[in-house]
């Protein structure tokens, strides 16, 4: 499904902005870097949003709505 794999590609963007974000606080004097990395931070989330509502609006047995709805929140959290 493409849209699964979209999906699972814009996480694994958030995850890589996070990890950066992570690394760069280490350093007091990356303020502005983080900043910027925040930034981005925020737009990637808003397009595993996007990934994500496309791919749980396809699905449509209860277990697998349930296990999307489930996956956002340990996501999002």
Same mark, same amino acid.
């Given at each position: 499904?493409?849209? %699964? !794999?979209? !999906?699972?590609?814009? %996480?694994?963007?958030?995850? !890589? %902005?996070?990890?950066?974000?992570? =690394?760069?606080?280490? @350093?007091?004097?990356?303020? #502005?870097?983080?900043? *910027?990395?925040? =930034?981005?931070? %925020?737009?990637?989330? =808003? *397009? $595993?949003?996007?990934?994500?509502?496309? $791919?749980? *609006?396809?699905?449509? @047995? #209860?277990? /697998?709505?349930?296990?999307?709805?489930?996956?956002?929140?340990?996501? /999002?959290?």
């Amino acid at each position: 499904m493409e849209t %699964k !794999r979209a !999906r699972g590609n814009a %996480k694994a963007v958030v995850s !890589r %902005k996070i990890k950066e974000i992570t =690394r760069l606080m280490a @350093d007091e004097n990356n303020v #502005e870097l983080v900043d *910027n990395e925040l =930034r981005e931070l %925020k737009e990637a989330f =808003r *397009n $595993f949003q996007a990934a994500h509502e496309a $791919f749980h *609006n396809q699905l449509s @047995d #209860e277990e /697998s709505i349930e296990e999307s709805a489930m996956y956002y929140e340990l996501i /999002s959290s």
